[in-house]
């Protein structure tokens, strides 16, 4: 079984983060752009960017030490989407990341299959969008087809727009 777990140092301001439900730590210490961690006990860190599809929310931290991630989140248990409720300012927002939910997580390795929430859970809680900076905290169990799981914790991000050019 593979493993991961994101926690986050105290030089990047997040010790502690945590999307437990009532318990996201804010991630407005990082830097506009920024998702950092430690991921396998080593440092982690890599740019993150959002994007609106629609009424659903992409926010992707880019390929860095080996990961990168991609979230999807899309309508709330009460059918609004994602997007009206973050522009809305309702903060926080929680997803819950798992098949028939809010939305989903993947985790790519650079070498091997991709791990998904549709055969695990986790959750996304957005706790701020101002200025076009979207901010957020997270924490998934993905697995591969085969039965592989990875374990993500106590993630946080700052994530900028996506620009294609």
Known sequence: MRTLALLF????GCAG?????GSCTDAATLDDGVVAATVD???????ATWLWQGGSLQLTAAPADGWNFTF??????????????????AFPVELTLESGADGWAIAYPTDGDSYST???????????FADD?????????????GGDTVNVEAG?????????G
């Open 9 to 12: 140092p105290l030089a990047a």
């Open 17 to 21: 983060a945590s999307s437990t439900a």
């Open 41 to 47: 006990s080593a440092p982690w860190e890599s740019t």
């Open 72 to 89: 999807v989140a899309q309508t709330l248990d009460g059918g609004d989407t994602v997007k009206d409720v973050v522009e809305s300012g």
């Open 118 to 128: 549709n055969a695990g859970n986790g959750t996304l809680t957005v706790t701020d």
């Open 133 to 145: 900076v979207l901010s957020a905290c997270f924490a998934f169990t993905a697995a591969t087809d």
């Open 156 to 164: 946080a991000a700052r994530a900028t727009p996506f620009s294609a």
